[in-house]
């Protein structure tokens, strides 16, 4: 079936005139969802604020992967007498899943993981259960500051959200270091 437009060029100006005016009205709508609110007032988005907001979600997405197997970790460690194939599993897909990330997630990257080894040996019998349960323990110690980071606010989700504790707008991520520990 064809479909014809018939009529003078001034027909097809109109209506190519109100396609572009709705998708300026789109556009503008959709802005007002996107665009991130600081002190209540939008802001204009640099490239160096972009690559930072793009960091951020990343991070707050891996945070939450890092969170999910840390919990699956202690599960498995809180098992009992866990099955060694399936803490071998485990232990690799965490490695797998965290060798590389932002510099945001590092330390607590490399504690997961070097907790995930400690529970596949234990399970294997090399490890004394003790060893692998605090290194699980250190890993959701190391992801609790992340979790705690606030996220930033549209002006659709500013309602929705509490807003930052006054200070913490600004808060680094500063790598904890462990001192006097041997994991191996």
């Not at 197997?69 to 007498?81: F, M, T």
């Not at 490695?95 to 080894?117: C, K, N, P, V």
């Amino acid at each position: 079936m064809e479909i014809e437009i018939a009529g003078d060029g001034y027909q097809r100006i109109v209506l190519l005139v109100v396609l572009l005016l709705c998708l300026i009205a789109g556009v503008g709508v959709l802005g007002t969802f996107v665009t991130p609110v600081e002190a209540g007032e939008p802001v204009l988005l640099s490239p160096d604020r972009w690559q930072a907001a793009t960091l951020a979600r990343k991070a707050r997405g891996e945070t939450r992967v890092l969170h999910r197997d840390a919990e699956r970790l202690l599960a498995l460690l809180n098992e009992g007498a866990p099955d060694p194939v399936s803490a071998m599993l485990l232990a690799q897909g965490i490695y797998a899943r965290h060798r590389t990330g932002t510099s945001a997630t590092a330390t607590a990257r490399q504690t997961l993981i070097i907790a995930a080894e400690l529970a596949a040996r234990y399970a294997a019998g090399s490890v004394p259960l003790v060893d692998a349960l605090i290194a699980a323990e250190e890993a959701l110690h190391r992801l609790d500051p992340l979790l705690e980071q606030p996220e930033a606010t549209t002006p659709s989700s500013a309602a929705n959200h509490e807003p930052a504790v006054q200070g913490q707008a600004h808060f680094l991520f500063l790598p904890l270091v462990l001192k006097g520990h041997s994991w191996t």
